[in-house]
């Protein structure tokens, strides 16, 4: 089984499309559309896409970055090495991830129809709290497929396996037994 | 108990109990690594069920370098996950 979260769930949507994947996936929160990111990311891609304050919005991402991780490590010690690996990650190579992520956003419109091509169990999971929009429609839309099942986990933000981890932890045992 | 290895340019963070029954390869969202997901592998409930669980750190990620002529596109992170995941899978 492959796990992904936010970014990588998405990877993981492109995974399945390739049709070479043959074993189960639980996707924790991607975005479905560009609509569905935050504000915060998409001012972050629109502003990558301009030269000129490209290198200011990075720099001033990257100071943020603990803000960002805050809320969601009560450890201080484990937030420091959360910043530090994110920090780690360069500048340039974070902000050619983030727009090849919208890029292909961009290119599908809608993921929801690319997702239900799929030919594997995908297990589209996320905290009741998440700010990545995600609709009654989205929901319907995608049970729809017979391959996908849904799992909401009470009280949990964008990092559903931060806040919820023994919940989240169960939902990928009962993906794993079904 | 954790271990830490370094793969076909990955960093794996990985726990794995003594008796394993799945395998499950955990990967981060932006700007993420192994770490969003250390308290999912200090889970009782992964390990009394038998999941060896293994967060990933991307080449790209935790400072990591990119294959040559990786253009980062969703689909070359999809190319390279599905490699690793080949490598992860139970013998």
């Known amino acids: ?5 936010s970014f990588s769930a998405n990877v993981l949507i492109e995974l399945a499309a390739r049709g070479r994947f043959t074993g189960k996936m639980v996707l924790i929160s991607p975005a479905l559309n560009r609509n569905a990111e935050t504000k915060e990311l998409l001012m972050l891609d629109s502003m990558s896409r301009k030269p000129v304050i490209s290198g200011l919005m990075w720099w001033l991402t990257y100071q943020m970055m603990g803000s960002v991780f805050e809320p969601y490590f009560s450890d ?4 420091a090495e959360a910043v530090r690996a994110g920090r780690m990650i360069p500048r340039s190579i974070g902000r050619k991830v983030l727009l090849g ?12 129809s690319r997702l239900m091509e799929t030919d594997v169990p995908v297990w589209y999971l996320r905290g009741s709290k998440d700010d990545i929009k995600f609709t009654e429609d989205d929901k319907e839309t995608l049970l729809r497929s017979r391959m996908i099942h849904y799992v909401e986990i009470p ?3 964008h990092f559903a396996m931060i806040d919820k981890p023994d919940e989240v932890a169960a939902a990928i045992v009962k993906a794993l037994e079904t | 108990m954790f271990s830490e290895r370094e793969s076909n340019g990955w960093i ?3 726990n794995k109990p003594e008796t394993v029954k799945y395998k499950v390869l955990l990967l981060p969202g932006l700007q993420g690594s192994d770490l969003v997901f250390r308290k999912l592998l200090n889970s009782t409930v992964l390990e009394k069920a038998g ?3 293994i967060a990933g750190n991307p080449p790209g990620f935790k400072g990591l370098p990119v294959p040559k002529a990786f253009d980062h596109a969703v689909m070359c992170f999809a ?3 599905e490699e690793m ?3 992860c899978r139970p013998i």
């Open chain 1, 76 to 79: 201080k010690t484990e937030l």
């Open chain 2, 79 to 81: 190319i390279l996950y």
């Open chain 2, 51 to 53: 999941v060896h669980s």
């Open chain 1, 1 to 5: 089984m492959i796990v992904g979260h």
């Open chain 1, 101 to 112: 992520y919208f890029d292909h956003l961009d290119q599908f419109k809608d993921l929801k």
């Open chain 2, 12 to 14: 794996l963070v990985e």
């Open chain 2, 85 to 87: 995941e080949r490598n």
């Open chain 1, 155 to 157: 009280d949990a933000r």
